[in-house]
């Protein structure tokens, strides 16, 4: 029997020590799984083969992977493109054992850190990616900073739009509520005062729309593509629960 992998030291600046030690177990939970699911299987799959259709074009000699898990997309990513160098920040040890032992990532491919907070300098990678993790951050904005601080050609995003998803009616009651400045207040009463809800599926998670941080990557990309990777969605922002946004600085 393998002994458990240890815990980061300290949680990331935007969770308190319990809300992390809920997290880590919710992901060594789930750890194991993204090994053995089969391309096309697992939730962010299709967002996936978007970006590989985009760095097939592209082109990029290097990327990042902000909340990489296990390192799954990358070691796809790494599959499609052989010469492609990656690194992923990942701040579950168990993930990152799991991934140094079945995809052969070495300590510097995978390895710990604050998505608020990259060791990087600016401009360091090609193109900086994100599947699924900026809702489980309490400060997904700070993320998404630095995701565009550091990267030099393209940003790929892959998250929740809570403005898009439930029924239409609470989907407009949503967005009212956000356009007359009061949706914090209203997720923090549906919340009981804590901002976030834990769910079996899901882990500790808090309602995001990634919408709130497009600005950020507007300011920086002088292309922004967004697409929805579920359902039917003619205004995005309106209906479409998950989206994927591409931000490219290449001429064409």
Not at 45 to 58: K, T
Not at 108 to 124: I, N, W
Not at 149 to 156: D, G, L, Y
Not at 163 to 192: E, H, M, N, Y
Request: glycine share 8%.
């Amino acid at each position: 029997m393998s002994m458990p992998a240890e815990r980061s030291i300290a949680p990331p600046t935007d969770k308190t020590s319990e809300e992390w030690h809920q997290q880590l177990d919710f992901y060594a939970g789930r750890a194991h799984r993204h090994t053995i699911e089969n391309w096309s299987e697992a939730e962010h799959d299709w967002p996936l083969a978007i970006l590989m259709g985009y760095m097939s074009i592209a082109k990029p000699a290097s990327v990042l992977d902000v909340g990489a898990g296990s390192g799954r997309a990358l070691h796809l990513m790494r599959e499609h493109f052989p010469e492609l160098t990656v690194c992923g920040v990942e701040p579950s040890a168990d993930f990152r054992a799991i991934g140094q032992r079945e995809f052969k990532f070495g300590p510097e491919e995978l390895r710990d850190g604050d998505a608020t907070q990259l060791p990087f300098p600016d401009g360091s990678f090609d193109v900086v990616t994100e599947f699924g993790a900026l809702h489980h951050m309490r400060h997904p904005a700070k993320a998404v900073a630095e995701m565009v601080r550091v990267a030099r050609q393209a940003v790929f995003i892959s998250d929740c739009n809570n403005f898009g998803q439930g029924s239409a009616p609470a989907r407009i009651i949503k967005q009212a509520l956000r356009a007359l400045g009061l949706w914090r207040a209203a997720d923090w009463i549906k919340t009981k005062g804590k901002g976030y809800s834990i769910t079996e599926g899901d882990g500790l998670a808090y309602s995001y729309s990634i919408f709130e941080d497009l600005p950020i990557v507007r300011r920086r990309f002088r292309r922004v593509m967004v697409m929805n990777t579920q359902g039917q969605a003619v205004n995005h922002y309106r209906e479409a629960p998950t989206v994927v946004v591409l931000a490219d600085n290449r001429p064409w």
